[in-house]
């Protein structure tokens, strides 16, 4: 079983950054695909930007030029950095991890972009 914990979540006004961080348990990261979702109450979870185990990289239009993602096989880490947050970027993100045995999620962080 995969534990996937995400953190860097919390209160940012617009035009600010933030980074979220997915750790998993395990050296799993290298192997999988991982990709950070979010979800408003009540709508489905949309994808935000994933990476392959070979470092292919997709975006959202909506976030392309504003967010990157990046892996750190050495600490099973995913990291999500936002910059240039806008409010309808409020929403709980999460971290999704995929591989050949399993396709687990994280309890996901709140992002709240507000003045």
């Known amino acids: 079983q995969v534990q996937l914990v995400e953190s860097g979540g919390g209160l940012v006004q617009p035009g600010g950054s933030l980074r979220l961080s997915c750790a998993a348990s395990g050296s799993i990261i290298r192997i999988s695909v991982v990709g950070w979702y979010r979800q408003a109450s009540g709508k489905q979870r949309d994808l935000v930007a994933s990476i392959t185990s070979g470092g292919r990289i997709n975006y959202a239009d909506s976030v392309k030029g504003r967010f990157t993602i990046s892996r750190d096989n050495a600490q099973n880490t995913v990291y999500l950095q936002m910059d240039s947050l806008k409010p309808e970027g409020t929403d709980v993100y999460y971290c999704?991890?995929?591989?050949?045995?399993?396709?687990?999620w994280g309890q996901g962080t709140q992002v709240s972009v507000s003045t």
């Open positions: 999704n991890l995929q591989h050949p045995y399993g396709n687990y």
